[in-house]
């Protein structure tokens, strides 16, 4: 009896374990940045780039952490003097249709002349991959205070 309990045990957590790793893969995305202010009629968007390692969600295949991507863009524009934006990424694993979505929205915002659309080129502003927040969780302690040491050596 003992045994059976112990192998349906080992059996559910092998079955537990195998989803959480499926649950989310690392992948090469392509992405665009968008934003737009409440204050004025002027819309940026990135260029659409390659964003390597990045982690999707399993089962939404959302991508994980997109909040701090837009982050990324919103800091960006904040450090060029344009504050208080509204940010957002667009994000696909295939080319093809990243560049629909980037074409339908920008002729929705080139439409009737209401808006200004600038660009953000690739040479001033790149995404950078964040980690998932499972591997940070993984990280030794030791890893994070090596990583901390040298953030605050690049800044300074």
Same mark, same amino acid.
């Given at each position: 009896?003992?045994? *059976?309990?112990?192998?349906?045990? *080992?059996?559910?957590? !092998? ?5 959480? #790793?499926?649950?989310?893969?690392? #992948?090469?995305?392509? !992405?665009?940045?968008?934003?737009? /202010?409440?204050?004025? #009629?002027?819309v940026y968007f990135t260029d659409i780039q390659l964003?390597?390692?990045?982690? *999707?969600?399993?089962?939404s295949h959302f991508l994980e952490n997109r909040d ?5 863009? /919103? ?8 504050? !208080? ?62 990583? !901390? ?8």
């Amino acid at each position: 009896m003992n045994k *059976i309990i112990t192998i349906t045990l *080992i059996l559910i957590c !092998a079955i537990v374990s195998g989803n959480v #790793s499926a649950a989310n893969k690392k #992948s090469d995305i392509y !992405a665009f940045g968008f934003s737009a /202010s409440f204050n004025d #009629s002027t819309v940026y968007f990135t260029d659409i780039q390659l964003v390597k390692d990045v982690t *999707i969600e399993h089962k939404s295949h959302f991508l994980e952490n997109r909040d701090l991507y837009s982050k990324q863009l /919103s800091q960006h524009l904040s450090d060029q003097g344009m504050p !208080a934006r509204v940010c957002v990424i667009f994000f696909d694993a295939k080319l093809k249709n990243i560049e629909k979505q980037f074409t339908k929205l920008k002729k929705k915002y080139a439409k009737n002349g209401k808006y200004e659309l600038k660009y953000v080129g690739a040479n001033e502003f790149q995404f950078k991959a964040i980690e998932s927040d499972e591997e940070q969780q993984t990280e030794s302690p030791t890893k994070k205070t090596k990583k !901390a040491k040298k953030n605050k050596k690049k800044d300074k």
